[in-house]
């Protein structure tokens, strides 16, 4: 194993979180998972599904494959819950000092992505409204103005993110409710909609993953917010996380499925699956609620969903690339200002390729996680070493040559079944690492926590 002296693995964005440090209440974190959550890529889903599937249908995967983001999110929040560290230093546990980047760049950077893309899809509607109000357009300003102000919110912290979705939050779901309501009434719509069968062309498990596949990359990172949470002296599992378990389902569960139906009647009524477009399609002819809308609607749901998902998680990982050299808030700019240079909307028809390169490489990381910290440490860790750079998570050279090891069979089973790419890849993942470990890593290299 490697000394491992010249390494620097401490700093103060990256310590463990105080019990001072823990200011979010369950509340509070429930109006961030609301922010969080909530995607226009939802409302598309919702509205691309029909006539494929029936209503039902679509809504039921949706409620299903949201419940399963939300098993996984209730597990590995409890690292950051139990533990009050960032996913950039758990992520040493399983694959070693100087691995950890690996698996925190593969997050990082699609997320760098995603913020871009998102940023794009708010300027067009900030550009919608503009030209409604003034006759006036300027893209390339909007987008830039829009950017920084998301940049900068995320930058001042875990609390700022939370005091914009207190605000964002009953904002996105009472402008969800009467839009829908409008649509309803205004297009005729009825309860018999719902028993309209699907003409088929798409499977009820492609429609679970691609309901789930939104938020699916959440687990992976979801303890660098729980670390902040208020929580009990018990730390037995049930009673620790009752909190994070209540503020996620209610947050995740209700709101998705709030967006997918927006969407999906949308598309029943228009035709339409864009949001932007079905917005100034149906307020056509009321300037002022089409302002109104886009602002509340799309506007607030892309900062509350690319402050927490996209701008946060890059955050951290930086800073575990330099400890010591950077802070979390020039990371966040970093990471922005890279998001909005890279232009990832010219892009747009290659997504389904990128989707799925993040899946056969997020799979097999969230498999590791759950098998590292479940089924092989108990909940267990031995935060000091995650510290020290002679510490017992060097493995070979600090890399853990099972975790990079089973990147082999995850991504290929990935690329074999590429419409369901993250499960397949993470079950793998997780049962081939937990094999390795057992016959061979922790045999070469114990681990305190399995003593």
């Not at 490697?2 to 979180?17: A, F, I, W």
């Not at 691995?99 to 919608?128: C, K, N, Y």
């Not at 709101?255 to 864009?274: P, Q």
């Not at 690319?306 to 966040?332: C, R």
């Amino acid at each position: 194993m490697s000394t491992g002296k010249e390494m620097v693995l401490k700093s103060p964005d990256l310590m463990r979180s105080t019990e001072k440090q823990r200011t979010i209440s369950s509340l509070a974190f429930f109006m961030i998972c609301v922010g969080m959550y909530v995607q226009l890529v939802s409302f598309i889903a919702g509205a691309q599904l029909y006539p494929a599937l029936s209503p039902w249908t679509i809504v039921v995967t949706c409620v299903f494959g949201n419940l399963f983001v939300w098993i996984l999110l209730v597990l590995t929040g409890d690292i950051g819950l139990k533990h009050g560290i960032p996913y950039a230093v758990y992520i040493r546990a399983p694959f070693g000092y100087r691995g950890a980047h690996f698996p925190g760049l593969v997050r990082a950077l699609p997320a760098i992505f995603w913020f871009g893309f998102q940023t794009f899809l708010g300027s067009m509607a900030i550009d919608e409204i503009f030209k409604v109000l003034f006759g006036w357009s300027n893209f390339t300003l909007i987008i830039i103005v829009f950017g920084a102000l998301q940049i900068l919110n995320t930058a001042l912290g875990i609390n700022a993110i939370a005091k914009f979705d207190w605000v964002a939050t009953p904002v996105l779901i009472i402008s969800g409710l009467y839009i829908e309501y409008f649509l309803i009434k205004n297009y005729n719509l009825t309860w018999d909609v719902f028993s309209i069968p699907g003409k088929g062309g798409i499977s009820i498990l492609a429609a679970f993953a691609i309901m789930a596949g939104p938020q699916i990359t959440m687990p992976v990172n979801i303890c660098d917010m729980t670390r902040f949470m208020k929580r009990g002296k018990d730390e037995s599992f049930l009673k620790l996380n009752k909190g994070s378990m209540i503020s996620q389902f209610w947050g995740l569960i209700p709101a998705m499925s709030m967006f997918v139906l927006i969407g999906m009647t949308s598309g029943i009524a228009t035709g339409e699956y864009n949001p932007i477009t079905v917005m100034t399609k149906v307020f056509a002819d009321n300037p002022f609620v089409l302002v109104v809308v886009l602002a509340s609607f799309v506007i607030f749901a892309q900062v509350a969903s690319n402050t927490g998902q996209n701008l946060l998680p890059p955050g951290y990982v930086f800073v575990n690339l330099m400890p010591g050299k950077i802070k979390y808030s020039t990371a966040v700019i970093v990471a922005g200002v890279i998001g909005l240079l890279i232009r990832p909307w010219i892009f747009q028809a290659y997504i389904p390729t990128i989707l799925l390169i993040i899946s056969c490489l997020l799979g097999p990381i969230l498999g590791i996680m759950l098998s590292d910290y479940y089924l092989l440490r108990k909940r267990k860790l031995s935060v000091e070493d995650l510290y020290e750079p002679t510490g017992q998570y060097g493995y070979f050279n600090n890399f853990n040559p099972a975790a990079f090891i089973v990147f082999i069979p995850g991504i290929l089973s990935g690329l074999v079944i590429p419409d369901y790419a993250m499960y397949v890849s993470m079950f793998i993942g997780g049962l081939f690492y937990y094999f390795l470990m057992k016959s061979w890593i922790i045999k070469k290299y114990p681990q305190k926590e399995l003593l």
